[in-house]
């Protein structure tokens, strides 16, 4: 009894060893399976009336069927996102970049981190990147632009870009029946006094008009 004693102290010990083994090789292949997603928070910026935002980001690797064959592809969400500064548009905001990306959601606002985990956790068979940043702004306006593309494996994918002007005091949704009448008068005084620029400042921001008021070449 005394020979056998050893021996199956040492069986039980490598036993005992494979299962532990066999734990962590399970462990790493679920982590594998399954990667635990992380937002980044990244750059702080400052605006008129106290706006202050903060660019969030999230990325995760999906697999595409393309033409009978599978490609791997990156989705990505980057998020310029009003973190502080006048209530109405903060609430307006990011209302608007909740229904930009994942209209379902249903958890606080004032939790940017959620939202994004959220969405990136519907990703799976398409390429999805988006950047919703602030395309202009002013004392009076700020015009969110939602930089988007989609590739669900065709032959090319789908770009798209989503705009929205809000009054930075109220959060007011600007439309096109904020614009002023085309007529004889003079519309770039007009349109200057709307966006809140001199007239003389209007011919170095025209190319931020159609950006302010997307809706007014949708007619």
């Given at each position: 009894?005394?020979?056998?004693?050893?021996?199956?102290?040492?069986?039980?010990?490598l036993i005992c060893s494979?299962?532990?083994?066999?734990?962590v090789q399970n462990k790493?292949?679920?982590?594998?399976?399954?990667?635990?997603?992380?937002?980044?928070?990244?750059?702080?910026?400052?605006?008129?009336?106290?706006?202050?935002?903060?660019?969030?980001?999230?990325?995760?690797?999906?697999?595409?069927?393309?033409?009978g064959s599978v490609r791997?592809?990156?989705?990505?969400?980057?998020?310029?996102?009003?973190?502080?500064?006048?209530?109405?548009?903060?609430?307006?905001?990011?209302?608007?970049?909740?229904?930009?990306?994942?209209?379902?959601?249903?958890?606080?606002?004032?939790?940017?981190?959620?939202?994004?985990?959220?969405?990136?956790?519907?990703?799976?068979?398409?390429?999805?990147?988006?950047?919703?940043?602030?395309?202009?702004?002013?004392?009076?306006?700020?015009?969110?632009?939602?930089?988007?593309?989609?590739?669900?494996?065709?032959?090319?994918?789908?770009?798209?870009?989503?705009?929205?002007?809000?009054?930075?005091?109220?959060?007011?949704?600007?439309?096109?029946?904020?614009?002023?009448?085309?007529?004889?008068?003079?519309?770039?005084?007009?349109?200057?006094?709307?966006?809140?620029?001199?007239?003389?400042?209007?011919?170095?921001?025209?190319?931020?008009?159609?950006?302010?008021?997307?809706?007014?070449?949708?007619?």
């Amino acid at each position: 009894m005394k020979r056998i004693l050893p021996f199956l102290l040492l069986a039980v010990m490598l036993i005992c060893s494979a299962s532990s083994d066999a734990a962590v090789q399970n462990k790493r292949r679920q982590t594998k399976s399954a990667p635990t997603q992380t937002v980044r928070a990244g750059e702080i910026r400052t605006y008129a009336d106290g706006l202050t935002t903060q660019k969030f980001t999230i990325k995760k690797n999906v697999r595409i069927l393309s033409f009978g064959s599978v490609r791997k592809a990156e989705c990505s969400l980057v998020i310029e996102y009003p973190v502080a500064g006048p209530d109405e548009f903060v609430e307006a905001a990011r209302k608007w970049i909740k229904n930009q990306v994942n209209p379902d959601y249903t958890g606080s606002l004032g939790n940017p981190k959620a939202l994004m985990l959220a969405t990136a956790k519907n990703w799976s068979d398409e390429q999805i990147t988006s950047e919703i940043f602030i395309a202009y702004s002013n004392y009076n306006i700020v015009t969110y632009c939602n930089d988007f593309y989609l590739d669900g494996g065709g032959a090319h994918g789908i770009p798209r870009q989503d705009f929205a002007t809000f009054l930075l005091g109220n959060g007011r949704l600007l439309t096109n029946a904020d614009l002023p009448p085309f007529s004889k008068m003079d519309v770039p005084s007009k349109l200057a006094k709307r966006i809140g620029c001199n007239r003389s400042d209007l011919g170095e921001n025209l190319q931020e008009i159609p950006t302010s008021y997307p809706d007014a070449y949708r007619r």
